[in-house]
């Protein structure tokens, strides 16, 4: 039968179940973003330079002053080297020891859309490239930085198997996974960074520069309030250089106030517009691909939603949760943003008033269907603190609106609203 709406969403959403009820969206950064972060704290990563035309692209490959040179398009989705330009070049990484081809390949990627196997089919406008340093790897191995439940506190994960899927090393070779949990009031220990750095397989004078990179790594991790930094490959070059070749770096959302000039630099240009204007009305969105839109106030009931209203044969349009701290005003952005998408034919809300009050939650519906002039069959199942009050100031409106007994009511109710919507536009 495949995935339920919410078991698809819930690694998506995971990071966001948290006591503080509305956080940012997860940042996304690019691989120069990254690798400015690494270089700021002194890991070792290659030269490079960003540029968005290619002039100043070829101009920075004859800067760098190196053997050979690895062009790269910024966009967030994986798959680069495998991916097609809409301009008809072929990949998005290239390697070339002529610093004068640099210009011209980088006129074929800025201003042209990347297709990978990770981008919708249109693919991603790529507006930057980075410019680096190829260098070659002679062994490869896998390092990460995470907070673990499990440990209370930050876990070093490493495998002398890098460069691949480490879930696969993990299922294969499960002894070639090492963890070292690490006291976050004592940090990092030289007996746990060499430790760490002979799991790795690193030798003689290595291990001391592979313990360097692992004690800045860790140092990189507290001060950007990381939830996982992931290194893959962390490896060493034919010279016996250790370098950080690639890495994703996860953030706590609840820490932006303090990350302000990293969170500054995120790129909302490859995420769903959607989603991007409901995080500056701190909503919890998700879209999604269906004609059911939902307004619900807690991330389990908002997944239960979603899946009854499949259950009864309909499609969700997103995830909203607009937790407990909801007011009148994020109702009425959450019906702007939800009555704003062409592919949505019904809307349903369902609120359990615990902490949110109902009768709030009838106001804001109320305001925002008369600001927004809201066309569009809506359903309302209410429960729980000032329930009656809220039931009645609905009811009193003078709006159309279809209330609901408990959620599969509603659930039914909405998805036959939807029918009947689509039916009329045809």
């Keep these: 039968c495949g995935d339920t709406p919410a078991a698809a969403l819930t690694r998506r959403i995971s990071h966001r179940l948290s006591a503080v009820p509305m956080q940012a969206r997860m940042l996304n950064l690019h691989e120069y973003q990254s690798k400015e972060l690494m270089q700021n704290h002194n890991v070792r990563v290659q030269k490079f330079r960003v540029a968005d035309n290619a002039k100043d692209a070829e101009k920075f490959a004859e800067e760098l002053k190196v053997p050979e040179i690895v062009l790269k398009a910024q966009i967030h989705a994986g798959g680069r080297g495998k991916g097609t330009f809409s301009s008809g070049l072929k990949s998005g990484v290239h390697l070339t020891k002529n610093p004068k081809d640099i210009g011209p390949l980088t006129a074929k990627m800025i201003g042209y859309n990347l297709v990978t196997k990770q981008t919708p089919a249109s693919g991603v406008l790529v507006n930057k490239v980075m410019v680096a340093e190829a260098l070659d790897i002679a062994r490869e191995t896998y390092l990460a930085i995470l907070m673990d439940r499990q440990y209370n506190g930050p876990v070093i994960v490493a495998s002398p198997e890098g460069g691949v899927d ?26 746990q960074s060499k430790k760490i750095a002979q799991s790795l397989g690193f030798t003689g004078d290595k291990i001391a520069e592979a313990q360097k990179q692992i004690e800045n790594l860790y140092t990189l991790f507290l001060a950007v309030d990381a939830t996982q930094v992931e290194v893959n490959p962390f490896g060493e070059t034919p010279q016996g250089e250790v370098v950080c070749f690639d890495a994703k770096i996860n953030f706590d959302d609840n820490a932006q106030f303090r990350q302000q000039p990293i969170f500054a630099g995120r790129d909302t240009a490859e995420e769903d517009p959607r989603e991007v204007e409901a995080s500056k009305h701190n909503l919890n969105y998700i879209g999604m691909d269906g004609n059911i839109a939902c307004l ?96 009645k100031i609905l009811a009193e409106s003078g709006l159309p609106i279809i209330s609901a007994v408990d959620l599969d009511d509603a659930a039914s109710k909405a998805v036959a609203a939807a029918a009947a919507a689509k039916a009329k536009k045809q």
Excluded: W, Y
């Design 166 to 191: 480490i879930e696969e090393v993990a299922e294969k070779h499960p002894e070639k996974i090492f963890k070292e949990p690490i006291d976050i009031v004592k940090g990092i220990t030289k007996e």
């Design 296 to 391: 619900v106030n807690g991330a389990g009931l908002a997944m239960a939603t979603m899946d009854i209203i499949q259950l009864r044969g309909g499609k969700p349009a997103n995830f909203l949760d607009c937790g407990g701290g909801a007011n009148e005003e994020m109702v009425r952005n959450a019906f702007q943003i939800l009555s704003a998408d062409p592919r949505v034919e019904a809307i349903l809300v369902n609120i359990f008033g615990g902490i949110v009050n109902c009768a709030t939650i009838a106001n804001g519906i109320v305001a925002a269907c008369k600001k927004v002039g809201l066309k569009l069959p809506l359903v309302v199942r209410l429960e729980g603190t000032n329930v009656e009050n809220g039931i």
